[in-house]
């Protein structure tokens, strides 16, 4: 379980300050309920898509301002 952790953060990089833990909080804001293995699968057999990942799970959450959207219309 620890070469799980280790892989995880290493696909993360030193150069950002965010945690493990605070990776899966932001995971879990986002609705994106990934184990520790398929994260640590994609941190190694798709690097591309492990940092895609990140940064959704490390955007700010954009919400709907009242007034757009469809204005109503289907």
Do not use: V
């Not at 892989?7 to 990089?13: D, E, K, M, N, Q």
């Not at 945690?19 to 909080?25: G, I, K, P, R, V």
């Amino acid at each position: 379980m620890q070469l799980r952790n280790q892989r995880i953060l290493a696909g993360i990089g030193y150069e950002q300050t965010d945690t493990y833990q605070n990776l899966f909080d932001q995971l879990h804001k986002k609705d994106i309920q990934l184990n520790r293995k398929s994260l640590a699968d994609l941190a190694i057999w798709e690097p591309s898509s492990y940092e895609a990942l990140l940064k959704i799970a490390f955007s700010p959450i954009e919400e709907e301002e009242e007034g757009e959207g469809s204005g109503g219309k289907c």
